[in-house]
């Protein structure tokens, strides 16, 4: 079939297009000025262009949503005056101690290192008050420094014997002379049995008073009003040693103690109880409040602070400015405001059940302009019950907010922040505060003891472990170097051509301390961890596992499938009126995980060959 010549030529051109140029023009202008101050500025030349832009977007409709401008405060303040340690008689309490101190001070016991720290610092005064040195060997034989010490204690050794000869027991000094039995006539008749001169036994007497006064102020020692400052004598090699914390629950391994405010006219009065406190730092929630409890002296303790004057309980009426709520990345609630965008609420990974995420999302991006702070000034050791806020707004208006949480909806659905929770679940909302008087965090110092509490599910025992135990040298040292055993079993020797040999049972190290479980009196089902002691081991040589004689019994909720770890450490900190506190304190934290001891019994095994030989 032919094609035409206009066919051919399209099919062509269709086929073998020609080549194309394709080219720019650039327009640039020329500026009349080298200055772009002015264009920076983004002047605005047509303002009702904003105008409708914001009628627009909706910001002239009347809402009906009046800035405060002023409001009052109405709140009611009661300070805390007693505390209870446990099982401990009532003691007075005021904010001059901090409460960490209060609570979870031990009292020391002695040990070769501070007898040495004693005696250095009574060596000290006698020379700033012109007492001949030549004094020391007869204070070294009245009290000589006789320390029972563990053969693997390498670094009390060294100590021991590096003061042998040189220094007295300046614990034993000082319990002649600073306990009431002593009053430091103990003291005083020692030396005029040594015939030292009365003027000599008289500035050694002055020198006693401020013996008892430094390490008072050095030490915060066990109870609030701090009365027990001397050492506790150390318990004789096997015995039970005593307990040294008086908040100290063993079976709980926690810390628990009462505070309360005096009594009002009426008998009413607030308790605040401290049940599970870990040692790890005081705050609003380590309390709920008791409305039904009472504190009040008893037995031979020190009489607590008679019922005060109502005047003791002071309402504060405060007046303050409210000032809006900001933080960073907040949306600007004006269209044409630049935002700094540190914050991507667009970013939030979250779910219909993630309400704190959905919470923060809805107050930033909705009502984060709508929230007023208020200061609101509260002294430490004070319960705090707003009975009031009323705010005036721009409009004249007064407005009475109440507490959120003390409406009428039922105890299940009630919630609120920053109020103690009271132990009666059927008892009225309450608004009331504690400030207390807390350090907050504190360093953390090296374990003086530490004990790991694991489950052995294997076993079926908890195993609380010595990692670190305390040296006569005043540090922690490792618990397994001080069980290391000085004798090794005798090899073993197999009986005629026997290929296998019977094992009743293996052994673990002597700083692993069972606790087996046994049932609670008058129950079948529920148990607790008593301590046991394996065949031929040394024993618990710590005061965690050693302060409660025999049946010692930890409750089974206390040691979880993660474990518990428990510390002994020194801790300091400074308080407000400047002084500094150190004392002796324990802390609770949450373990590891589980352990295996590699406890077997009934075992069969072989012999290799050659053994015995």
């Not at 000025?33 to 030349?45: K, M, T, V, Y």
């Not at 309490?93 to 040990?111: G, H, K, T």
């Not at 302060?547 to 020194?570: A, D, H, K, L, T």
Request: glycine share 8%.
């Amino acid at each position: 079939m032919a094609l035409s010549t206009t066919t051919l030529s399209k099919v062509m051109q269709a086929q073998y297009r020609l080549p194309t140029i394709t080219a720019y023009n650039r327009l640039e202008i020329t500026p009349r000025n080298s200055d772009f101050d002015r264009s920076l500025q983004a002047e605005i030349r047509d303002a009702l262009w904003m105008l409708t832009r914001q009628w627009q977007l909706g910001e002239f409709e009347g809402e009906d949503a009046a800035s405060p401008v002023s409001a009052l405060i109405l709140g009611e303040h009661t300070p805390v005056d007693r505390v209870e340690l446990g099982a401990s008689p009532v003691q007075p309490y005021d904010d001059s101690l901090p409460l960490e101190a209060a609570v979870e001070a031990e009292q020391l016991r002695d040990n070769l290192f501070l007898a040495v720290q004693i005696a250095r610092y009574f060596v000290k005064l006698m020379g700033l008050k012109g007492l001949a040195l030549s004094y020391i060997p007869t204070l070294i034989g009245g009290y000589p420094v006789n320390y029972h010490l563990d053969p693997n204690d390498a670094d009390g050794a060294i100590l021991n014997n590096s003061v042998q000869g040189r220094l007295f027991d300046g614990c034993a000094l000082l319990r002649d002379i600073g306990t009431p039995q002593g009053a430091g006539t103990v003291f005083s008749a020692f030396l005029v049995g040594k015939g030292v001169p009365s003027a000599d036994v008289d500035l050694f007497s002055a020198i006693g008073a401020l013996l008892a006064a430094w390490y008072s102020r050095t030490y915060a020692q066990a109870g609030a009003s701090g009365s027990a400052a001397v050492p506790v004598a150390a318990p004789a090699p096997g015995s039970a040693a005593v307990s040294l914390s008086k908040a100290w629950e063993p079976a709980k391994l926690e810390y628990q103690f009462d505070l309360a405010c005096p009594p009002v006219a009426g008998g009413g009065q607030k308790v605040l109880v401290a049940e599970a406190f870990d040692g790890l730092g005081l705050d609003w929630y380590s309390f709920d409040i008791n409305t039904n409890g009472q504190l009040a002296a008893s037995g031979n303790a020190p009489a607590a602070p008679s019922p005060p004057p109502p005047s003791t309980v002071v309402e504060n009426l405060v007046s303050f400015i409210p000032a809006p709520v900001t933080f960073k990345g907040m949306p600007n609630p004006r269209f044409w405001m630049l935002e700094d965008s540190q914050t991507d609420f667009g970013k939030i990974d979250t779910s219909p059940t993630g309400l704190l995420h959905l919470l923060l999302a809805e107050f930033g991006l909705i009502y984060g302009n709508d929230w007023f702070m208020l200061p609101y000034p509260l002294n430490v050791n004070n319960i705090c019950e707003i009975k009031g806020l009323l705010v005036t707004d721009v409009f004249g208006e007064h407005i009475l907010i109440d507490a959120a949480g003390s409406g009428t909806d039922s105890n299940w659905q009630r919630w609120a922040m920053f109020h103690q929770t009271d132990t009666n679940p059927d008892a009225p909302a309450n608004k009331l505060f504690y400030l207390a008087p807390a350090t907050g965090q504190m360093p953390d110092n090296d374990p003086l003891e530490q004990v790991n509490f694991l489950r052995d599910e294997v076993a079926s025992l908890v195993w609380a472990v010595e990692d670190t135990v305390e040296s006569q040298a005043g540090n922690g040292v490792s618990g397994d170097a001080m069980a290391l055993r000085s004798t090794t079993p005798a090899p073993f020797v197999p009986a005629g051509t026997a290929a296998i040999r019977y094992v009743l049972g293996t052994t673990v190290p002597d700083n692993w301390i069972p606790f087996i479980p046994v049932h609670m009196a008058g129950s079948v089902t529920e148990i607790q961890f008593q301590r046991a002691t394996m065949p031929g081991a040394k024993g618990a040589l710590g005061q965690v596992l050693t302060e409660n004689p025999p049946p010692y019994y930890i409750s089974e909720e206390q040691i979880p499938r993660s474990g518990v770890i428990v510390s002994r450490s020194f801790k300091r900190a400074r308080w407000f009126n400047g002084r500094t506190f150190l004392w002796l304190g324990r802390s609770k934290v949450t373990g590891k995980g589980e352990g295996w001891s590699n406890l077997k019994f009934d075992q069969i095994v072989d012999i290799p060959p050659g053994a015995g030989k």
